[in-house]
């Protein structure tokens, strides 16, 4: 190489890259005072530059970065964390809770496997106590409408069945949403006033 | 998870758990870069108060989006592309680009450049000021404030942060020729600055 090194093959020299053409810069440097002189030079800006030192915030920086950062907890973390905080921290605390929810389990596999064994007599007492639910509730009902509309009404409901009763609910139901409906409009006109 | 834990994890890592809501994660985060994304915009806009409230901006950005972070990318190049783009903005607002404690740069004469200048010494009227001067009066500092702000941020993001030049391009959304060109610009404008300083 019979010229001195341009600035673009100081940076190639700088950054350290490697291959055939940077093997006759190099040999250019070694030979060349001017040029040794030049990547020298370069060299020092350079390792000044990386030994400048990162400034230090005020100490308070973070506080004042976190009294504007909104943390979101999304619920299956918040789910999670609250399981965790109720599983005890030590180790004989958390034997116990394995032992005590072992038992429970246990407990709960012999109510089901003694179901399972006599489902007929389950089907029977779930039978039985669902029409003794059926008839306190219709008479719950009967009494209410009586007690509001007199037994000639609880006379017609039983007539009609249960259409008759669906019909009687909507409109109750109605009647309770227009009162309520009129309540509130009288209240703004009221406000407004 | 404690935070001596914390310290270990990869940034990537981190920031999941700054996903989860975790605070420690957030101010694991903030441990980590306050100093170099400080240092970065401090070195841009060389005013303490600006560069605390603009690196504070950036956290504060960053940190209410963290959902936004996509772990394929390096957690430090999306915070250093934010401060990078702030600072940017609040130069091209303050119209700051061209001051230097030296002078402007586009200064034609030397009584252009003496006329826009900065004398920090002679202005240290409070402590905060004298902070400044000491922290940004070395040779080579003042060197870089004489750069242009895009300059500066890639010569930093070369050499105080030691990315490479493709991590910069990304950084910086700059293409990586023009990074390359940058570079070069400013090392070469750093050795004529600091060019009198030889022995």
Not at chain 2, 18 to 43: H, M, N, Q, T
Not at chain 2, 63 to 76: A, G, M, Q, T, V
Request: aromatic share 6%.
């Amino acid at each position: 190489m019979n010229r001195h090194l341009l600035p673009e093959e100081i940076d190639q020299l700088l950054d350290g890259e490697v291959g055939f053409g940077t093997a006759p810069l190099k040999a250019h440097v070694r030979a060349c005072a001017e040029c040794r002189g030049e990547l020298e030079a370069a060299r020092v800006m350079v390792r000044q530059l990386e030994a400048l030192p990162h400034l230090t915030p005020s100490p308070l920086f973070a506080d004042r970065v976190m009294s504007c950062v909104q943390v979101f907890v999304p619920w299956h973390v918040a789910l999670l964390d609250t399981v965790r905080g109720l599983v005890p921290r030590s180790s004989g605390a958390r034997a116990l809770a394995w032992a005590g929810l072992g038992s429970a389990a246990a407990v709960l596999l012999a109510i089901s496997l003694w179901v399972v064994t006599r489902l007929d007599t389950v089907i029977f007492g779930a039978d039985l106590a669902l029409q003794r639910l059926r008839v306190a509730a219709v008479g719950a009902v009967s009494d209410v409408v009586a007690s509001l509309f007199g037994d000639a009404a609880v006379q017609a409901l039983r007539a009609t069945g249960a259409a008759g009763i669906l019909l009687s609910l909507v409109v109750i139901l109605l009647t309770a949403a227009l009162a309520a409906g009129a309540l509130r409009a009288v209240a703004t006109a009221g406000r407004r006033r | 998870m404690p935070l001596l834990q914390l310290s270990t994890l990869p940034d990537a890592d981190v920031a999941a758990l700054a996903k989860d809501g975790r605070e420690a994660a957030f101010r694991e985060l903030i441990r980590r870069y306050e100093r170099p994304v400080f240092s970065l915009i401090y070195r841009m806009v060389r005013d303490r108060e600006a560069a605390e409230d603009l690196a504070q901006e950036t956290f504060v950005k960053v940190l209410n989006h963290i959902d936004r972070y996509r772990p394929e990318f390096k957690f430090s190049s999306w915070l250093f592309k934010i401060a990078n783009n702030i600072t940017i903005d609040h130069l091209r607002k303050r119209q700051l680009d061209t001051v230097s404690i030296d002078g402007s740069p586009h200064a034609a004469t030397a009584a252009e450049a003496a006329a826009t200048s900065l004398d920090l010494a002679a202005r240290g009227e409070t402590p905060l000021d004298e902070l400044e001067a000491r922290e940004l009066g070395t040779a080579i500092e003042r060197a870089i404030a004489g750069l242009r702000p895009e300059y500066r941020a890639c010569i930093m993001l070369r050499h105080v942060e030691g990315r490479s030049y493709e991590e910069i391009a990304a950084t910086l959304d700059l293409p990586l020729g023009t990074v390359k060109t940058y570079i070069h610009r400013a090392r070469h404008e750093l050795r004529e600055a600091l060019a009198h300083l030889k022995p």
